[in-house]
């Protein structure tokens, strides 16, 4: 018996690679594919794309894009809360949003470009993406109301728990490395 469900496993396996080969799983992605789906918005913004967007745009997007998850005023939920929080990090109850918590704006932007909406992932405009960013960090009280932004604006914010997070030393950096790891757990400084 045990013979027999070997030989089928081994048949299993050897089926499955089969088939691996005829979708064309299994092999190394060219450097334009994987340059092609590199999307990701560094702390520094470098790779922020052309674009800009109001608070204004960004209040009505998010009300027919956004709120039934997060609330009208990204307070309310039920998924995440994204406005408040701050000064909540070191204390019983803290509250991790954008405005108390993300060390980086453009990180912010990278997130909702890629993740939101949770229906339809990576569906908005670079414009609409802006608009979001901007409504968002207005909501949070980073920027004035009137407010537009665009890739140079954003990557010159800085956010409030920007000295919230420390370098990760568990592993060794990397030229251009900018992985952080969060310090603010019960008041800890970053060196």
């Given amino acids: ?25 299994g092999h190394a992605p060219s450097a334009a594919t994987l340059r092609d789906a590199d999307t990701a918005i560094g702390a520094d913004g470098a790779e922020l794309p052309p674009g800009s967007g109001s608070v204004a745009a960004g209040a009505a997007l998010f009300a027919r894009q956004c709120a039934a998850c997060h609330g009208a005023r990204g307070t309310e939920g039920p998924d995440p809360v994204l406005v408040g929080g701050q000064g909540s990090l070191a204390g019983d109850h803290p509250l991790q949003t954008i405005g108390s918590y993300w060390p980086y704006a453009t990180t912010v932007f990278d997130y909702i470009r890629r993740a939101m909406p949770f229906m339809a992932p ?3 405009t670079d414009d609409e993406v802006y608009a979001l960013t901007a409504f968002l960090l207005a909501a949070n009280g980073i920027v004035p109301q009137d407010t537009v932004l665009d890739r140079q604006r954003l990557a010159a914010l800085r956010m ?26 019960r008041g800890e400084k970053a060196p």
Avoid at 9 to 25: S, V
């Fill in 1 to 25: 018996m045990r013979e027999r469900i070997c030989l089928l496993l081994l048949l299993l396996c050897a089926y499955c690679e089969a088939q691996a080969q005829g979708l064309g799983l």
């Fill in 122 to 124: 990576g569906s908005l």
């Fill in 160 to 185: 409030p728990n920007r000295d919230g997070f420390m370098a990760d030393r568990r592993r060794p950096a990397q030229p251009g490395d900018t992985a952080l790891a969060p310090s603010h757990t």
